[in-house]
Structure formats: C-alpha cells, structure tokens
C-alpha cells in the first residue's frame, strides 16, 4: 500500500541542523499517520515525531521537543524531519513508518517501514 525512503542523513557537528526526507510511494499516503523513529547501537528503537493525516496534529518525544519539526506535503506524498540543535545523543539510525492506527507513538502499530538513514552527531 505505500513504499517508503529515508534520505538526508550524515555527519554534522553538535548544535548544528539536518533535515531528513521520506519519500513515500502509494495511492493511499494521504490516508495514513507517518513517524518518525530512531535507533541506536544497543538501544530499542524509540519513537522521535509523528504527525496526523491531516498535517493538524504533531507529536514530539520530550528529548526532542523545540528542536525538531515534523512536516508533510500530501501532495508530495512527502514527509520532512528538521532537526536543529543536534546532540550527540541524536545520534542514531532514522526511520520513517506509516500506520492508519491512532497509536502514533507506539513503534508496534506501524505497518509500513523505510530502510533508514544515518545520522550522526559529533561532540
């Protein structure tokens, strides 16, 4: 039903700014919930930013709160993570996923994964 890339993924230095894209693939995109989510070495994938169909309603972790912004184009069949004040903790692989569940911060709803992208931060 959709097909999803991440890309924009790289190095970059803390305090600085990267913005990832999902370009997704399917008749249906407008009609699903798109997340992000990222991991770590050693670490559970965790839940980073999600935003409705809609495009009326975002969804942030509280690590990243007032640093990141989620966005989508429908139009595009687009979806868009600005991240800005980068730590190093950021530091992970990215993942864009789709669900048509109201569950957007749970990673076990999502039906639909890309490959990831990485990003890393450097102290």
């Known amino acids: 039903q959709v097909q999803l890339v991440e890309s924009g993924g790289g190095l970059v230095q803390a305090g600085g700014s990267l913005e990832l894209t999902c370009a997704a693939s399917?008749?249906?995109?407008?009609?699903?919930?798109m997340g992000w989510f990222r991991q770590a070495p050693g670490k559970e994938r965790e839940f980073v930013a999600a935003?409705?169909?809609?495009?009326?309603?975002?969804y942030y972790a509280e690590s990243v709160k007032g640093r990141f912004t989620i966005s989508r184009d429908n139009a595009k069949n687009t979806v868009y993570l600005r991240m800005n004040s980068l730590k190093p903790e950021d530091t992970a692989v990215y993942y864009c996923?789709?669900?048509?569940?109201?569950?957007?911060?749970?990673?076990?709803?999502?039906?639909?994964w890309g490959q990831g992208t990485q990003v890393t931060v450097s102290s």
């Open positions: 935003i409705r169909w809609s495009g009326g309603g975002t």
């Open positions: 399917g008749r249906t995109f407008g009609s699903y919930n």
């Open positions: 996923a789709a669900t048509m569940s109201i569950a957007v911060v749970a990673a076990t709803t999502y039906n639909y």
